[in-house]
Structure formats: C-alpha cells, structure tokens
C-alpha cells in the first residue's frame, strides 16, 4: 500500500522524520540557520502542551513569572562551571543600532559596555531575583515558573530536537533544606513523567544522570528518557538538585527560626519544544503523525462532501449538528474538540491532510449521512483507514469511550519498545560490541561506575552514551552488581543508548 | 488618612506611579538597563489578558504561530522606510560564542557573517513565510498571530511603558484585497477597544494616526488612545493596513480567480504589556492598584483571622466552605476566582497586600464569622474601606451582581475623564497656548491637516503631539472645519495631548 510519507521509517528514519513534520506542516526552517516557524498545527501541538503542563505546575503553588531575555556576561560569569558549561552555545549581542557606514551599508552602531548573552537558561537571572526577595524562613519555600524562548548556538540543528532558539518552560525553586530541594527535584520530575505518561501517551524511563551528563552547576540531574521508533533514546525533560551552588554565587540567604543567616538549596526544572520532535519519533507511522486524543488540537475532525446539484447547505446544517452535539460529550472531564473542515478543497486532500496531521477520528459526511441521520468515521489507528457508520445518536455516545481506546492503543503500542526484552542486560564487552554494532540497535543495560575515559571511548567507538541510572522500580535487576568495566568494583545498573 | 502609596498621585505623579508598581508587586528592574522581571501578580495580569484576548483573536479565524528571535540585517534592510524606523533601537547580535582573551577574559569568539537582529517587529519573518504558503486565492485570507517578546532599545525606558524587551501579540494577515485588508484591520482595532472597555475597564478614542506617527512601513495606523489620570495620553494598541508594502519588498503574490498574478494586501497589530501601565494610570488610587473584577487575578480573596487558644482548623476549614461556595457562582460567564491567604504574615499586612494589589473584594473570617455563618466583606472601592457583614448564603447570591457593580463603578470613574468637557476643542493659538501651559493639562481637540514643520513646533513648544484623528462617533464635533495653523483649508478633528 502506499504511504504518505516517502521515505518511510524502514527506508531513511531521518529523512523520514524531516518529511512527517513536512507533510503535517508543523513547522519549516527560517532563514537564521538552526531556527524553524512553528506553522498552526505545530505550534497547537505545544499551546496544549503549555495549558496542560502550566495547570499541573500551578497545582503545585507555583507562580509564573518572565525574566529578562538578556543575561550580562558579568552575572554568567558569577558561577564558573555554570559559564563553562554554556560558553560555547552563547549568542552575543555586542551593538545597539544600525548605522550607514563609509558605503553607504547598514552596520552595527554603538558598542555595548558590556556584552549581553541571551539567555541559555535563567538560573543567574533567578539567583539575582531570590537573593532579593529572600530574607527570612517565612519567605520559603519560594516557587517560580516561566514560559519562555531560549537560545543555545548548536552546531547540528533538526526541527525540533535541537533548534538554535526554542520555547520552554523552566521552574526555579528555593528551599530551606536539602532534603526538601531533592524531593521537590524528584516531585517535579513525577509531573513530568505524568505528563508524558497521560498526556503524550509517551511511555519513558526516569533515572539519575551521570556526572558527566548533568546541568553545569547542578549536583544532581535526573532526566526522563523515552525510546523512539529507531531505539535511539532521547532525553525529554530534566531535574536539576542544584545544591547551594547558585545560592553561593548569587548570594540567597535567608534568616533561619533561630536568627542565624543560611544559604538556601535551589532546584530548577524544564522542557521544551523537543517533546514534540519525542511526539512524532514515538508515535507517527508511514502516514504522518498521530496525535493521541488527549494532545490533538482537534479530537474529531468532520469532512462535508459536496457533490454537484445537491443542497451543499443541508450538509453543512447536519455538520454544524454533528458538531455541536459531539461537543456536548466529554472526554478526560473536557468538552470533545470538534473541527469542520470548511477550506475550498477536495474532500480525498482533506481527508489525507488529517490523517497526516494525526487527527484520531475524521469524519467524511455528505448527503447520505444527512438523510439517514448518520455518520461515517474512520480511525486514524487503522491500518486501511477503513470506515464504519454508526447513527449519530450512537456515535456521539460511544465517542468518548472511542477516544479512551484510542489513547490506549497508542500508549501500549509505544510502551512494547520499552519492555524487558527491548533492553536487555549486557554483561560482557563482547556482548556491547555485538549489541550496538547492529543495525538500529535498542537501548541497553549495564552495571556501570562513573568513568570519563571509558565513557569517551564508548561514545568513540558505538556512539553510545550513558543516559541514566534508571530509577530501580523500572527494571526488574537488582540496582548493584559487579561493573562491566571494573568488575572488582560494584557498578550501579545504568540505561546506555545511542541517543538524539 | 494615611495612604499606602507615597508620594500620592498629586504630589508625584511619575514617582506614585513606580512606587504602585513596587507595592503592588508586579514588577521590578532587573541588572539589564531597561528590561524589567515580572514578578507574580504583575504576570497573572497579562496571563488574564493573554487568555482574554487569545480567544478572542482566534475567534475571528486567526491561527497562532511562532516566528525566530532573529532577522537576518539584510531581511529588515528589505524594506527601507521600515528598517529607517527601527535602525536606532535595534540590538544587534554580532558572535557566538565566549572565549577567554590573552587576560583570561571571556569574550565574545566567533563572529557572525551577517549580523542577526533581535526582533523589533515582525513584518520580514511573516512576509518570508507568506510568500511561501500563498500561491492561490484558495489560500487567501492568510489570519495568524503570535504572542512573543520583542526588543526595541529604547533609551528612556519606564516599567510596562516603555521597556527594552516587552511582551506582546502581534497579528499578521494577507488577503486578496485592499478593502478587506482595510476592513480587517478597523476589525482588529475594534477588538482592541472592546478588550479595553469590557475587560480592562478603560475607555479610549479609537482613531487614526497622523503621517509622522504611522507604522514604519504602514499606508494607514490605527490607534486606541486611552486618556491618563494626569491628562496624559498613552497609546495602547495599534492596527496597522500595510497595502502591498510588504507584499512587495517581500514578494507575497498570489493567482486571482483569472490565473493573473497579484501582490497580497496584508495587516498587522498589537497591543503589549504596556496595557499594565495604561491600567495603572486609569485605574490605581493613592492605596494602590485597582484591579476590574473581569481583570484581576483573584476576584475574591479570604484572609484568616486566628486568635490565640482558638481552634484555627475550624476557622480554615469554614474559609475553605466559603471558597467552594462562591467558586459555584458565576460573574461573566466564568466561575469566580477566590484565593486562600495562608501566608505566615499578620493580618493587618495581608489585608494591606491585598488593597495594593487592588483586589475587588476581600473577606476577613474569624471565629465570629464560623460561628455566625456569615462573612465580613469589604470593597477595594470603599474609600474608608468599611466593612460590612452578610450571611454567608446571602452574600454568595448576591456577589456576582456585587463584582458587575464594581466593574461598572470602576469603568465610569475612568469614563469621567474622557468627557466632552475633559477634551476641549481649540479654535485658537491662544486657547491652545493657555491650555497646555496649565499644569497637568487635559488633551483637547484642534482642527488639524498633516504638517511636519508644526508638529514638530508643538512637540517643541508645549511638548504635545497629535495623537490621532478619532472616529467621528466619539466626539460631537464635525469632522473637518477650517484648520487652526492653517484656516484657510479645511482640517480634520483631531486629538491633540501630552503623551507617554
């Protein structure tokens, strides 16, 4: 059968990936190198993403905040490994103005003091903002979140995974104590694994990262992983436990019960726009994307078909009928998002616009459907987009347990790449050599003790990297053995992928 | 009586408006000359204008995207009277990267090829996409829009007025004709005024621009003008019809029904966090801000009064009771917003918090209150904040009326100051010169035909500017009459001001 997307996965994955953004328009590339427009449905896709992870933020008593765009070099520099971390990634703007030069070309005009880096990330930013508002015990714990755009000079960009600039939403909290920064750290990483579990139907492994993996300036990073259709992992979302590290830097202290002065323990916390590149490498087939029902901007999408000498306005009545009936039900607790497809198009583009969007449920309705008071819908989980009718009365009813089913199947059917079997236990060199020298070979397991050499040569040698200690309830190993690569010594089980 | 906000709006108008912004908490300078962070309550305002006017923008049709933080210098340079407008407040970035000098410096390292501008506007990164996307009248209109930050370099800068970075929405649209364009943007202009008289409670005079004051780029500007406490006028919004400007530096063309090729007609507005400082100087007293209940981020807020050797639980669990009760009600067509203040802070302190904050309705609920099942309510528009007490019951049925009476209130007040009377109409120098050599001067109405060297002269003199031609309906005046500087033509009414 022929697909709609050409190359298909089995043929050329990253090409294939570059054409499902294509063919669903979610974005294109900009002329600024390594920046992309987020095209309407893309940019729907991350709008749900935003009113969805925003709710369950401020469930937890954050508040939203927006720092500034520009971070003086001054203030980067306040925290060494911090700088170090970021210095090869940073945009600079050094001038104000445009002014004519000898040749009459526009040129940069009036040298800035001091240079502004945009921001990479805004802990420096924030440490200014705590260290002022911060004086007592009573002020903590102090909660803040932001929505904003960031921008990291990258030398391999792709739509998505890895864009000059991107959207992303970054929480920064202070605590009292270390013990409740680390469990702030990790109640934050839940939300995001909840977010990608329920929402983005993205089954991923939670784990500790190690040293060589974590956030410059952070003591501890945990990060949720998920497996994508080519067993490449890529890393979703992180956690940062920044320890007094940035208290220190940036002078947060704050007055304890007994009056003596005490730095604070900060945390910070994101994701970004790359939960939409995770979206389509997890999800999308052959055929384009496809949304789970709880993510899709639209949940139902309705096709009129119009046929020469007919009452196109009768068809577009029952459309408008269906519409607001459907969006009576509810699914998840929300009213159904219902869309007529209304563009001066054929209805077969339409249909296959949609399907390549990833709608769950299409529509087609034409005068039949009116005469019989029915409809005729197709899945997008099937494989022959084959259609069904059903009375309206009996669709609208079914449709939110329609909807459950098909969150489900999308769920499962990522969630089989993350099985025992998908990443299997490696306990010799040999068996590494044999595992990642296969084509598309899956993540792995082994027992591991942080190592910078060993960690270079696996990168070197299989472009493998050690993703993360994965939290131990995931895998059923014990979370200690003898290290593959020091066997004396106890390794800790570790999740080691080729990775985006 | 002793006022929270010192110095008062009459004894310092600038300063009382910084010290509202101070303690009312919304805002405060960050180590960036100009740029400000947005703390909590600050950015819950825009939130609720965010969320206001986003559905209302896509209500007309209007999809949102996200375009780069970048323009690539020859982009902008497309345009010439475009890039002339902005060339002086453009921030430049030149390198990427930092690396350490012969001192051990970090600088900035690589140079760039072609500088890259941080977003003044929009206009050349829509113009790129839209002349991608439209080929047909089939994809005619094009209606998008997009919420992000802007920098503009400004070298007086005031919080929310005018700041180096802003946030803003800036809509983008393409269609087949110069009247629909037009029409389109009096639509968008109409929008901004209702989201000023319904939401924000602020009246303003819609009208056009004066040449020198139009878009860079722009054939006709639009404007809402929103009249300020101290007669001083602030623009609030604009809409802009661009012709085939744009279209054509930026080749936007299109196949008309009769297969011959046309350049589109586009539009563009916005409105930007500046609406906080117009609320400000609208709405805010000596006590601080005045948030209408349609705005303000809690509608109602419950402050605890405990007592020693008291049982707190009862108390908070009868203001939880309450807070369920009144979220049951309704006010526009949205459940009412009350907030808990469990703040470790005394009373007296919330309750002042809550009055800067300009919080329509505050409740005090104490023993008293749990026992008697009643609630002791005070308005944020009672001069002498009174208290008053009500069945709890009682007071739920008739809060929605309660919250309209002081979203009524609120806007009438601010009405006053656009009247007949505030904005005078001078018919002479004379006039002219007495009226805005008084102190704080109201903006009046003069007969006025486009005139550099006058303008200029006016703005020199009595520091004044034409503000805009308003829309005939507002003022009960004929549209044209014999021009004041030149008497022998015919002028058009226009607003004349002091502006911010």
New interface residues.
């Given amino acids: 059968m022929k697909t709609a997307i050409s190359p298909t996965r089995s043929e050329n994955y990253p090409q294939w990936y570059q054409e499902v953004i294509s063919q669903a328009d979610l974005a ?1 590339l ?3 190198r390594g ?6 449905w893309g ?2 896709l ?2 749900m993403i935003y009113h969805t992870l925003d709710q369950q933020i401020k469930a937890y008593g954050h ?11 001054s ?1 980067l ?1 306040k925290e060494a490994e911090h ?1 170090d971390g970021f ?13 004519k030069n000898g040749q009459g070309n ?4 009036s040298p800035l003091e001091e ?4 921001r990479p990330t805004s802990e420096m ?1 924030i440490g ?2 705590f260290s ?1 508002r911060i004086q007592s015990h ?1 002020d903590l714990p102090v909660l ?1 979140n932001q929505w ?2 960031i ?1 990291r ?1 990258e030398m391999r960009t792709r739509m998505f995974l890895r864009t000059t ?1 991107f ?1 992303w939403q970054e929480g920064h909290t202070a605590h009292a104590t270390a013990e409740e920064a680390q469990a702030h750290t990790l109640q934050m990483l839940a939300c995001y694994r909840r977010l990608c579990h329920d929402f983005l139907a993205i089954p991923v492994i939670t784990g500790m990262k190690s040293i060589n993996e974590k956030f410059p300036g952070a003591e501890e990073t945990y990060t949720i992983e998920g497996i994508m259709q080519d067993g490449k992992v890529l890393q979703m979302g992180t956690s940062h436990f920044l320890g007094q590290t940035f208290a220190k830097s940036c002078d947060i202290q704050f007055q304890d019960a007994e009056k003596s002065l005490q730095y604070v323990h900060t945390t910070s916390w994101g994701v970004t726009t790359r939960l939409i590149g995770g979206l389509i490498m997890t999800h999308a087939d052959d055929n384009g994307l496809i949304c789970p029902p709880t993510l899709s901007p639209h949940q139902v999408v309705i096709i009129p078909l119009i046929k020469k000498n007919m009452d196109a306005n009768q068809v577009y009545d029952y459309c408008e009928k269906i519409k607001s009936l459907l969006r009576t039900q509810r699914f998840r607790d929300l009213p159904i998002r219902v869309f007529i497809d209304m563009k ?2 054929k209805p077969s583009e339409k249909k296959w616009s949609w399907v390549k969007k990833g709608v769950p449920i299409r529509l087609e309705i034409g005068q039949r459907e009116f005469e019989n008071q029915t409809v005729c819908y197709s899945s997008r989980l099937s494989a022959d987009h084959s259609k069904h009718t059903l009375g309206l009365a009996d669709f609208a009813e079914q449709l939110s347990q329609q909807l459950d089913s098909i969150q489900r199947d999308i769920y499962m059917k990522a969630k089989s790449a993350l099985s025992e079997a998908n990443c299997p236990l490696l306990t010799s060199e040999d068996q590494l050599r044999s595992h990642f020298s296969s084509e598309r070979p899956s993540p792995a397991l082994i027992y591991w003790i942080d190592n910078d050499a060993v960690e270079q040569a696996l990168q070197a040698d299989y472009k493998v990297s050690i993703r993360c200690y994965p939290q131990t309830e995931v895998f059923d190993h014990s979370d200690q053995a003898p290290a593959l690569f020091d066997p004396d010594k106890k390794g800790r089980l570790a999740l080691i992928a080729k990775a985006y």
């Fill in positions: 294109q900009s002329a600024v920046c992309m427009i987020m095209t309407p940019y729907a991350w709008e508040e939203n905040i927006y720092c500034p765009l520009f971070v003086p070099l203030d520099e700088i210095a090869k990634e940073c945009a600079v703007v050094t001038h104000t103005k445009l002014e526009l040129v940069p005009g240079p502004l880096i945009i930013i200014e903002l002022q009573r803040v904003a755009n921008v000079w600039e959207l001066d198009k």
